[in-house]
Each structure stands twice: as structure tokens, then as C-alpha cells.
């Protein structure tokens, strides 16, 4: 593949995650890419980072330092209304394409998905003035051509995240329930747990081990619930796991994973290790709750404790063919949600 000489900048008011350096690792296969952020550089970056200052106005951020952005043929700021700084250049004369980036809708822990819809002025108008966005789900591009915004203009690269090295689906065991993700209240967590207390009363020494990845406020009161409940030797707390070679045991040995409060990029990560997904109906999400299809590659419940340990009970015995559903997720993922799916929409936008 001959590499196209645009020179692209990718700029945003908060530091870069690991998920995303590999994402735009795939883009200078293609473009000569600069990301500017605030936060520290990260290793194995294959383009060039440039740091910026995110100061804190009140709600806003002021951005400092910022690159001449005319050096660019394309620039791409993170959607993100608290960074006004940026807004300013679509009220300018430039020679660059301006592109918005992000999830496009409302969406926080302390409210659904789009569940907000004050601002929806600003954004449209936003995107009317830019010359592009780019969105994590396929809902915004339909919601923003409903307001007569030009199709062309809009751009769905599905949030997702890197497959895992040397994985076999064959070789997946199904022997436990799993959690990944911080120990947050807003997560749920104890709703998790409760309902593998009600699975455990029913089940008692045939109960599936429930295996929690993860650190964070809770993960102490957590500890002391398992002991007090006596399931020590039932739920294992590993703690905080990065690594894929620590990762790849727990899924392969994952029947599905449980996150009651959220779906988010979770969602990407199980799939890409055929786990499928349960969550309640209206869980906290960027848009990646939109790719669970009730038992067919994952489960939505009413978000009741009994809901939940029902869908574990018919896992555990075979009621549901979780092998089956793990098939779909597994497919799901390498079909619909890729890091080259990802990269293509991203090279469509910037042209």
C-alpha cells in the first residue's frame, strides 16, 4: 500500500489511552499523523506526539500550545463541548478539512445514552460548520441526517479495540463467570454480587466461579463482602490486568462476562475473545450497548437482582447454548467491529 502524503493532526483536550495508540498506529500506514494531548507520551507511538496544556475553566477546557494547525491537511478535534478553544476555528478562513471525532450524543454515568438532548442545537450547528464527523456508533449518523445534515458528512467508525494475539476460540473451556473493568459503585458491582449469592443458593458446590479483573474505590469492600459471604473460594479477585498474557486465561475460561451498570468498550474486548455479554437494558454506554442482541451474542436483563442470577442459572445449566452464543459473539466482533473496519471510515472522512 503506497502511503498517502496528507499530513493529519489529531487533537484533543485529555491524554492518549493505550486502546487508542494502536487505532492510530493503523492510520500512519496510510497518512503522516500527529496527535497533540495532554497527557504523558506513550511508547510504541509510530507517529509523532505533541504535548498541549488542558486547563480547567470552570465546565470548559482551554487548550495552550497548540500546533499551527494550517501545517496540516487535516485536523480532527475530539467532539467534546467543553473544549471550546477549538470551536473557534470553524468561524475562520483555513486550508485544512476539519473532522469531529467522538461519540456524538449525550452520554455520561449519571445519564443514559442521548438521554439529554439540550445541546443538540450546538452539535448540529457544529457539525453544519465542520467539514465532517466521525462517530463511535451508527446512531448519531441517523439521528443528524434526520436534521437534513448531508450524509456525506457523517462517518461511523465503530469504537472497538485491537483482537488479542495467539487466541483460538477451540480452545475456550467455559467454566466461570467473569467481570472486567473498575470497581465502580455506577458499575453495579454489588448487583453482580448479589446475584451470585441467589446463583450459589441454588447451586451451592456446582456454582460457577465468578472472576473479577479490576481495581477501584470498592475493591476493598468487595474483598470483605466475599469473606463475610464465604465465597472465598468462589469469587477470586485478581486485581488490576493489563497484560493479554494475563487476560487471555480468564477468557478463555469465561462462560460470559457481567457488567450490570455499564457497557462500553468491555463489549469490543470480550467479543474479540468470543465471551458474550450481559448487561441491563439501559446500561451506561458510548454506544456499544447497540451491539448486544439478546441471546444471541450476549443478554439484556430488566436490571433486577433475580433478572440477572435467572440468566446465570441458565447459563450454568444449560438451558441457554452458551457455546453458541459465544460462536456469535466471536463472529460479531471479526465481521462488524475490526480495527480495520475502524481505519476505514477514519481514511473515507480524511480522503
Same mark, same amino acid.
Not at 62 to 67: A, D, E, F, I, S
Not at 80 to 94: A, I, Q, T
Not at 165 to 168: M, S, T
Given at each position: 500500500?503506497?502511503?498517502?502524503?496528507?499530513?493529519?493532526?489529531?487533537?484533543?483536550?485529555?491524554g492518549?489511552?493505550?486502546?487508542?495508540?494502536?487505532?492510530?498506529? +493503523?492510520?500512519?500506514?496510510?497518512?503522516?499523523?500527529?496527535?497533540?494531548?495532554?497527557?504523558?507520551?506513550?511508547?510504541?507511538?509510530?507517529?509523532?506526539?505533541?504535548?498541549?496544556l488542558s486547563?480547567k475553566?470552570?465546565?470548559?477546557l482551554?487548550?495552550? =500550545?497548540?500546533?499551527n /494547525?494550517?501545517?496540516?491537511?487535516?485536523v480532527i478535534?475530539?467532539f467534546?463541548?467543553?473544549?471550546?478553544? /477549538?470551536?473557534?476555528?470553524?468561524?475562520?478562513?483555513?486550508t485544512?478539512?476539519?473532522?469531529?471525532f467522538?461519540?456524538?450524543?449525550?452520554?455520561?454515568?449519571? &445519564? &443514559?445514552?442521548?438521554?439529554?438532548?439540550g445541546?443538540?442545537?450546538?452539535?448540529? $450547528?457544529?457539525?453544519k460548520?465542520?467539514? *465532517?464527523?466521525?462517530? $463511535?456508533?451508527?446512531?448519531?449518523?441517523?439521528?443528524?441526517?434526520?436534521?437534513?445534515?448531508?450524509? &456525506?458528512k457523517l462517518h461511523?467508525?465503530?469504537?472497538?479495540?485491537?483482537?488479542p =494475539?495467539?487466541?483460538?476460540f477451540?480452545?475456550k473451556?467455559?467454566?466461570?463467570?467473569?467481570?472486567?473493568?473498575?470497581?465502580y459503585k455506577?458499575k453495579?458491582?454489588y448487583?453482580l454480587?448479589?446475584? $451470585?449469592?441467589?446463583?450459589?443458593?441454588?447451586?451451592?458446590?456446582?456454582t460457577?466461579?465468578?472472576e473479577?479483573?479490576?481495581?477501584g474505590?470498592?475493591?476493598?469492600?468487595?474483598?470483605?463482602?466475599?469473606?463475610?459471604n464465604g /465465597?472465598?473460594?468462589?469469587?477470586?479477585?485478581?486485581?488490576?490486568?493489563?497484560?493479554?498474557?494475563?487476560?487471555?486465561?480468564?477468557? !478463555?475460561?469465561?462462560?460470559?462476562?457481567i457488567?450490570p *451498570?455499564?457497557?462500553? +468498550?468491555?463489549?469490543? !474486548?470480550?467479543?474479540?475473545?468470543?465471551?458474550?455479554? @450481559?448487561?441491563?437494558?439501559?446500561?451506561?454506554?458510548g454506544?456499544?450497548?447497540f451491539?448486544i442482541?439478546?441471546k444471541? &451474542?450476549?443478554? /439484556?436483563?430488566d436490571?433486577?437482582?433475580?433478572?440477572?442470577?435467572?440468566?446465570m442459572?441458565n447459563i450454568?445449566t444449560?438451558?441457554y447454548? @452458551?457455546k453458541?452464543?459465544?460462536?456469535?459473539?466471536?463472529?460479531?466482533y $471479526?465481521?462488524?467491529?475490526?480495527p480495520?473496519?475502524?481505519?476505514?471510515?477514519?481514511?473515507?472522512?480524511?480522503?
Open positions: 500500500m503506497v502511503k498517502n502524503t496528507k499530513k493529519v493532526l489529531i487533537i484533543g483536550g485529555d492518549l489511552t493505550h486502546y487508542r495508540l494502536d487505532l492510530f498506529n +493503523l492510520l500512519c500506514e496510510n497518512y503522516d499523523l500527529t496527535v497533540a494531548h495532554s497527557g504523558n507520551f506513550l511508547d510504541r507511538a509510530r507517529f509523532e506526539q505533541i504535548t498541549v486547563i475553566k470552570g465546565p470548559f482551554k487548550l495552550k =500550545n497548540v500546533p /494547525l494550517s501545517s496540516y491537511d487535516a478535534f475530539s467534546n463541548l467543553r473544549v471550546l478553544d /477549538l470551536y473557534k476555528y470553524l468561524f475562520r478562513s483555513r485544512f478539512k476539519l473532522l469531529f467522538g461519540i456524538g450524543v449525550s452520554a455520561s454515568y449519571n &445519564n &443514559n445514552y442521548d438521554e439529554k438532548k445541546l443538540d442545537f450546538i452539535r448540529r $450547528y457544529l457539525i460548520k465542520s467539514d *465532517g464527523a466521525i462517530f $463511535y456508533e451508527h446512531y448519531p449518523l441517523v439521528k443528524y441526517q434526520s436534521y437534513k445534515i448531508d450524509s &456525506n461511523v467508525a465503530y469504537n472497538t479495540i485491537m483482537p =494475539n495467539n487466541f483460538n477451540s480452545e473451556t467455559f467454566e466461570s463467570f467473569m467481570f472486567i473493568g473498575t470497581l455506577q453495579k458491582i448487583d454480587l448479589d446475584s $451470585y449469592l441467589e446463583l450459589f443458593i441454588k447451586m451451592k458446590s456446582n460457577p466461579k465468578l473479577i479483573v479490576g481495581d474505590d470498592e475493591f476493598n469492600n468487595i474483598e470483605d463482602w466475599i469473606i463475610d /465465597l472465598k473460594n468462589k469469587v477470586i479477585l485478581h486485581g488490576k490486568l493489563t497484560d493479554e498474557e494475563d487476560l487471555s486465561p480468564i477468557f !478463555k475460561r469465561a462462560l460470559a462476562c457488567s *451498570g455499564q457497557a462500553g +468498550l468491555s463489549v469490543q !474486548k470480550c467479543f474479540s475473545y468470543g465471551t458474550p455479554f @450481559i448487561t441491563v437494558k439501559n446500561a451506561i454506554t454506544g456499544e450497548l451491539c442482541i439478546d444471541i &451474542n450476549g443478554f /439484556l436483563y436490571g433486577s437482582i433475580e433478572g440477572l442470577s435467572n440468566i442459572f450454568a444449560g438451558v447454548n @452458551i453458541e452464543v459465544s460462536e456469535k459473539a466471536y463472529s460479531f $471479526y465481521n462488524f467491529r475490526t480495520q473496519i475502524w481505519k476505514m471510515a477514519f481514511c473515507k472522512a480524511i480522503g
